[in-house]
């Protein structure tokens, strides 16, 4: 029988902390991690953090083969709960429904904003982010 994954596998909770220059930084929780929180100080390293807990989860299930220079360091994801965590600036419920064409599709919903949008690509959520935080800047 094959291995059964809940919905909550899906999401991803960014609390955002700061954002100066476009730059934000902050934590983000998800079952699937074994710390409670994993911080992060840029937004590639948000991205890199969450296809790594995607990929050692096998999902949702990337449909095409990563490229790269070294091989992807090892992670050993456990469950938490953490629905109830907030960033200083902004907080945001990020739903991965599929992993094509090499980019993450899905939807996003400002938990403070109390807006969602979906999103077709990692660049189409970054500027989704950027409109929200814009108001939020600290430059």
């Not at 730059?23 to 994993?38: N, Q």
């Amino acid at each position: 029988m094959a291995k059964q994954y809940g919905e909550a596998l899906r999401t991803i909770r960014l609390c955002i902390d700061s954002y100066n220059n476009g730059v934000p930084t902050g934590r983000y929780y998800h079952p699937g991690m074994e710390e409670e929180a994993c911080a992060f100080h840029s937004l590639a390293q948000f991205l890199v953090g969450a296809e790594e807990l995607m990929d050692e989860a096998n999902f949702p299930q990337s449909f095409t083969s990563k490229r790269s220079f070294a091989p992807l360091p090892e992670t050993k994801p456990g469950l938490t709960d953490e629905s109830s965590r907030s960033g200083k600036l902004a907080t945001f419920a990020i739903r991965i429904m599929f992993r094509q064409h090499a980019s993450w599709q899905g939807s996003v919903t400002w938990v403070e904003g109390k807006g969602e949008q979906t999103f077709r690509s990692v660049l189409e959520l970054v500027l989704l982010l950027d409109s929200a935080l814009g108001g939020c800047r600290e430059e």
